[in-house]
């Protein structure tokens, strides 16, 4: 049975979206945890770690609370623009970001955790802004961290199932992704069409993380030159 191309193009668009949030979210609260001070700084970082722990289910719960058209952000979208999120492929880009946030916040904040505080300091003393300090001194210092990251986050989301099936449902050609595919395809006795969707999503996710594997190593090698 022929492949259904369709559902590996929506899931390297939700994955690419989802990343691409995640890269600005993820880098922001990396630097805000690994750089300021504040009461629930703790309390923050593990609210934001929770994706990663929570059942798929639950998070899609909550998902749906939130944007659906009886949650706050839902019915304002509704009564507002006449956006309904549910059942799209933008809630499937929302369910898989939140998911993989943590696997881009987290190693941002060591990234910037482990930049030397000594070289900020004398970017200061020269008058750098904070905002220049950041992006010439803090984040080339912090990319590699960030990158494998980024990489992590982007098989993540093409992974994503249980909290993307709640809110985007299994709509072919429209929400339907790699995994709910493969899974409408067990459920329908489709063999070959499940075999052939298990290998080309382990084939895209071993590359990626290959290549995070690679970014980190470098990362590491680095390092180990500097000392």
Request: charged residues 15%.
């Amino acid at each position: 049975m022929a492949l259904d191309w369709s559902a590996l193009w929506l899931s390297l668009k939700v994955a690419g979206w989802a990343t691409a949030i995640n890269l600005v979210l993820g880098v922001a609260l990396g630097a805000l945890l690994a750089r300021r001070r504040f009461p629930g700084r703790e309390l923050l970082d593990t609210l934001l770690t929770l994706p990663m722990v929570l059942p798929p289910t639950v998070l899609g719960y909550y998902l749906l609370v939130v944007i659906g058209r009886n949650g706050p952000l839902g019915s304002w979208l509704q009564s507002t623009f006449g956006i309904n999120l549910v059942f799209t492929w933008q809630a499937a880009v929302i369910a898989a970001a939140v998911a993989s946030l943590p696997l881009v916040f987290k190693p941002a904040r060591a990234a910037f955790e482990a930049v030397d505080g000594q070289l900020e300091q004398a970017a200061r003393t020269l008058g750098v802004s904070e905002f220049a300090l950041f992006l010439r001194v803090s984040l080339p210092l912090a990319w590699r961290g960030i990158l494998a990251g980024l990489l992590l986050a982007f098989a993540r989301s093409m992974g994503e199932f249980g909290a993307t099936l709640m809110v985007a449902g299994s709509i072919p050609g429209r929400t339907q992704t790699l995994s709910i595919a493969i899974y409408e395809a067990v459920q329908a006795g489709h063999d070959d069409k499940a075999n052939g969707l298990v290998i080309l999503t382990s084939v895209v996710c071993i590359i990626i993380l290959l290549a995070a594997a690679r970014l980190v190593g470098g990362r590491r090698r680095e390092a180990r030159d500097v000392a």
